[in-house]
C-alpha cells in the first residue's frame, strides 16, 4: 500500500520468460557485454507490460528475477481469461516491434481470494510455466486450470505405489500393442496431449 498499490482488487500472477534473448543478442552488432543489453531489454520488457496494461485500465504490479518477469495483472473472476488473453496479446504485438522475434513463454495462475492471493497465484503461474515449457516447448501461453491432468500424474508420479500401479499398467498396454500391433499407447498419450479433449484426440 505504501508503494500505491490496490491490494484489494482482484490480481492474476504471470510470469513470462524471453526464451531466446541470447540468439538475439547475437544478432546485433552493439559494443556491449550480454549482461548490460538482457538488463536494457528487461527494463523495456517491463515499459511495456505497463504501457499494455495502461491501454487496458487495468491496474499491474511487476519485477524481473533473473529471466522471469512476474507480474500481477488486475482481472476480474468472471471474465479472467479474456482479460488476460487481451493483455497479453497487446503486449506481444509491442514486444515483437521492439524486439522482433522474440519468444515469451508464459505461465499463467488462478485468481484467489484472501490475504495469500499473491502467493498462491504465483506457485499456480510458476507450476504452469513449467508444464507448459515441457509440454509445448518454447513459446507457450498455458493457464493453471489447463494442467490438470499433468499435475494429477506428477503427484502419482511420487506414490510409490501409485507408480508400480502405473508401470504395470502402461507394460499390459505396451505388451498388447506389440501382439496385436495395434496403438493404444500412443492413443493415451494424444489424449493426454490434447488436454482429455476427446474429439481432439480422434482428429
Keep these: 500500500k505504501s508503494l500505491g498499490y490496490v491490494?484489494?482488487?482482484?490480481?492474476?500472477?504471470?510470469?513470462?520468460?524471453?526464451?531466446?534473448?541470447?540468439?538475439?543478442?547475437?544478432?546485433?552488432?552493439?559494443?556491449?557485454?550480454?549482461?548490460?543489453?538482457?538488463?536494457?531489454?528487461?527494463?523495456?520488457?517491463?515499459s511495456e507490460i505497463f504501457h499494455a496494461a495502461n491501454i487496458g485500465k487495468q491496474k499491474v504490479m511487476t519485477t524481473n528475477h533473473g529471466n522471469d518477469m512476474i507480474l500481477f495483472l488486475e482481472t476480474a473472476f468472471l471474465a479472467k481469461r479474456e482479460k488476460v488473453?487481451?493483455?497479453?496479446?497487446?503486449?506481444?504485438?509491442?514486444?515483437?516491434?521492439?524486439?522482433?522475434?522474440?519468444?515469451?513463454?508464459?505461465?499463467?495462475?488462478?485468481?484467489?481470494?484472501?490475504?495469500?492471493?499473491?502467493?498462491?497465484?504465483?506457485?499456480?503461474?510458476?507450476?504452469?510455466?513449467?508444464?507448459?515449457?515441457?509440454?509445448?516447448?518454447?513459446?507457450?501461453?498455458?493457464?493453471?486450470?489447463?494442467?490438470?491432468?499433468?499435475?494429477?500424474?506428477?503427484?502419482?508420479a511420487k506414490d510409490q505405489e501409485m507408480t508400480e500401479i502405473v508401470n504395470q499398467t502402461i507394460k499390459a498396454l505396451i505388451d498388447y500393442d506389440q501382439q496385436k500391433n495395434s496403438n493404444l499407447l500412443e492413443t493415451v498419450i494424444v489424449y493426454i496431449q490434447n488436454q482429455g479433449h476427446t474429439s481432439q484426440t480422434a482428429r
Excluded at 17 to 43: A, G, R, V
Design 85 to 156: 488473453h487481451s493483455f497479453l496479446d497487446r503486449l506481444n504485438r509491442r514486444l515483437n516491434q521492439l524486439l522482433p522475434g522474440v519468444i515469451m513463454s508464459w505461465g499463467i495462475g488462478r485468481c484467489h481470494e484472501g490475504e495469500r492471493t499473491f502467493i498462491e497465484s504465483y506457485e499456480d503461474a510458476q507450476k504452469a510455466l513449467k508444464i507448459g515449457r515441457r509440454k509445448v516447448g518454447m513459446g507457450c501461453c498455458i493457464h493453471f486450470e489447463d494442467t490438470r491432468i499433468e499435475r494429477a500424474l506428477l503427484r502419482m
Design 7 to 46: 491490494l484489494d482488487l482482484p490480481y492474476v500472477c504471470l510470469i513470462g520468460t524471453p526464451e531466446n534473448l541470447k540468439e538475439l543478442y547475437l544478432k546485433t552488432d552493439l559494443n556491449t557485454s550480454f549482461e548490460l543489453w538482457k538488463e536494457s531489454i528487461m527494463q523495456h520488457i517491463q
